[in-house]
C-alpha cells in the first residue's frame, strides 16, 4: 500500500495544471522556450554551438528564476520589489518616533482655552506668548 503525504498547512498547496507545474511554471517556461530557441539556433552557426548555448542559458536563465524561486510564499518579483524599495528607495535613517500623549493634551487645553476666551470676548492677540522678565 502506497502513503501519500499530506501537507498539514493547505493553503501553501499550489493547484497543478499539467506535468505537475503550476501556470506560473508553464507561462514562464514558455516564454523560455521562445527566447531561447530562436536565439540559439541564431548564433549557432555565426558564435558556435557553445557559445550559443552559454547566451541561450543566459537568456533563458531570467524566465526558470521566476517560475521556480519563491521564498516565504513570495514570488521573485515580489522578493526584488522589496529589496529594492529597502535599499533604493526607503530614507536610509528611520528615526524612531514617539506621539507625546502629553504635548497632545497640552496643545488641547491651550485651544480650549483659547475658545473659551473668544467666546467671553476677552481674548487680545498675541497673548498666548507670555515673556518674563526677571
Given at each position: 500500500m502506497?502513503?501519500?503525504?499530506v501537507?498539514?498547512d493547505?493553503?501553501k498547496?499550489?493547484?497543478?495544471v499539467?506535468?505537475?507545474?503550476?501556470?506560473r511554471?508553464?507561462?514562464?517556461?514558455a516564454?523560455?522556450?521562445?527566447?531561447?530557441?530562436?536565439?540559439?539556433?541564431?548564433?549557432?552557426?555565426s558564435?558556435?554551438?557553445s557559445?550559443?548555448?552559454v547566451?541561450?542559458?543566459?537568456?533563458?536563465?531570467?524566465?526558470f528564476l521566476?517560475a521556480?524561486?519563491?521564498?516565504?510564499?513570495q514570488?521573485?518579483?515580489?522578493?526584488a520589489k522589496?529589496?529594492i524599495?529597502t535599499k533604493?528607495?526607503?530614507?536610509?535613517?528611520?528615526?524612531?518616533?514617539?506621539?507625546?500623549?502629553y504635548?497632545?493634551l497640552?496643545?488641547?487645553r491651550?485651544?480650549e482655552?483659547?475658545?473659551?476666551?473668544?467666546?467671553k470676548?476677552?481674548?487680545?492677540?498675541?497673548?498666548?506668548?507670555?515673556?518674563?522678565?526677571?
Open positions: 502506497a502513503y501519500v503525504p501537507p498539514k493547505l493553503s498547496v499550489k493547484t497543478k499539467a506535468f505537475n507545474l503550476t501556470k511554471q508553464i507561462i514562464c517556461f516564454v523560455a522556450l521562445i527566447l531561447g530557441l530562436p536565439l540559439f539556433f541564431l548564433l549557432k552557426d558564435a558556435g554551438t557559445l550559443a548555448s547566451v541561450m542559458i543566459a537568456v533563458m536563465l531570467p524566465c521566476f521556480m524561486y519563491e521564498k516565504h510564499g514570488p521573485l518579483e515580489v522578493v522589496h529589496i524599495q533604493f528607495i526607503a530614507p536610509k535613517e528611520r528615526p524612531y518616533q514617539t506621539q507625546n500623549l504635548a497632545v497640552e496643545r488641547q491651550k485651544l482655552k483659547e475658545v473659551s476666551a473668544i467666546a470676548g476677552t481674548y487680545k492677540k498675541g497673548s498666548g506668548k507670555k515673556k518674563r522678565r526677571g
